[in-house]
């Protein structure tokens, strides 16, 4: 009867850890993001450069919390994250109208992927766009996963030309937002979750 006990509790205090865990390394991802906006000499740039894998963290950790929910609990999520996104962007826009705090023009495209006048808001508005092709092509269409990584890695690839490069100039929007930048980091989080950590094979 012990033995029972021991081997359902043990999973649960496992699944415990590791949420410990991904808590623990978002703190200190989020901290790694307060490290890249703070301006300072040589040493800072370089650390900055070091500390760039955080948002990449941030969008792994999302895609397997995505794959971990119910799928009603899964688009609720979606949900909650546009009403989220669209709530602030129109509040930087009413501030920018009157306030006058960026004094630029701000394309309808770069409302949708770039957050507009608040422009921090991309990793929203990326998050909600890897959120919704991730479940339309992995959920609704059962793509594969190498089929999924091909297309995310093209994507990203994109992403990298465009920015290193200066292609696609006068686009309105910077090609590091939007899906092109997350979604490859995203789907590796749901495959670790759904592949790797699980035991589902595909």
Request: proline share 4%.
């Amino acid at each position: 009867m012990a033995t029972a006990t021991s081997d359902t509790t043990q999973p649960s205090a496992r699944g415990q850890s590791r949420l410990f865990a991904f808590d623990a390394a978002r703190a200190i991802a989020a901290l790694f993001v307060i490290a890249i906006h703070v301006p300072g000499g040589k040493a800072m740039m370089a650390f900055s450069e070091a500390a760039r894998f955080a948002v990449p963290l941030f969008f792994a950790i999302s895609g397997y919390f995505f794959v971990r929910s119910q799928e009603t609990a899964a688009m609720a999520r979606l949900t909650r994250l546009l009403k989220l996104y669209l709530f602030w962007v129109a509040a930087y826009l009413v501030a920018d109208h009157f306030l006058h705090f960026w004094k630029t023009e701000r394309p309808v495209i770069d409302l949708i992927f770039g957050g507009g006048a608040g422009f921090h808001l991309w990793f929203i508005s990326g998050l909600i766009q890897c959120l919704a092709l991730y479940y339309l092509l992995r959920v609704r269409l059962k793509l594969g996963w190498p089929a999924l990584f091909a297309l995310s890695g093209c994507l990203y690839l994109g992403n990298v030309l465009a920015n290193s490069y200066a292609l696609l100039p006068g686009l309105g929007w910077n090609p590091h937002d939007g899906p092109f930048f997350g979604l490859v980091f995203f789907c590796f989080g749901a495959w670790l979750r759904s592949t790797m950590w699980s035991g589902v094979q595909n």
